[in-house]
């Protein structure tokens, strides 16, 4: 069956008239996606360059596990996301672009040293969605008791004793269905 004979028997029944479309899009989400991405194209290629900008060696977070983790913070609509272990921002900024211009979303970057570009992270179009608290992890993870977080990416000490506490100290700050991300562990 070709597609007008699809569109013809589909209008016969009285299901979809032609040309209004399927009333229960499947791909609503999506098509939100896309215009969200459109609607803020210039900002979305500020970060892109600053992205281009930083080189980060290898052995610290490569491209295709930024990459991932934009994909995934897109696909699953994270809005609070909370990120120990900021180094170059190089992952903070794959994470930026994917929530630029989400209704209440943001990024919280908490790390003991600022590596990263302080000047860019403080522009006004960024402050809205981004955000770095200056410190040691878990000390500072007390210090955002009351905000509960859809995705925790893990990526700071690396030691096994830090690690667990981290978790420790995230429990109160996740929720059923928050998703973990983690980074280079050590083994276990």
């Avoid at 609070?80 to 211009?101: D, K, M, N, V, W």
Wanted: net charge negative; proline share 5%; charged share 30%.
């Amino acid at each position: 069956m070709n597609h007008e004979a699809i569109t013809a028997q589909l209008t016969e029944n009285g299901r979809y008239p032609y040309g209004t479309g399927n009333p229960n899009n499947p791909f609503k989400q999506q098509q939100k996606e896309w215009e969200r991405r459109k609607a803020y194209a210039k900002e979305r290629r500020q970060i892109t360059e600053k992205i281009e900008s930083i080189f980060e060696p290898r052995f610290v977070t490569p491209p295709e596990t930024s990459e991932l983790i934009e994909a995934v913070v897109t696909a699953s609509d994270s809005r609070q996301i909370l990120e120990l272990g900021t180094c170059t921002g190089f992952t903070s900024l794959h994470i930026l672009r994917a929530i630029y211009g989400k209704k209440d979303a943001k990024l919280t970057s908490v790390d003991a040293r600022q590596a990263h570009d302080k000047a860019f992270w403080a522009r006004s179009e960024f402050r809205e969605y981004l955000e770095f608290v200056e410190g040691w992890t878990p000390q500072i993870l007390e210090t955002l008791n009351g905000r509960t977080f859809d995705l925790v990416f893990v990526d700071s000490d690396h030691s096994v004793e830090h690690t667990v506490k981290e978790l420790g100290a995230l429990w109160p700050l996740t929720k059923k269905g928050t998703l973990f991300v983690f980074h280079d562990l050590p083994e276990w």
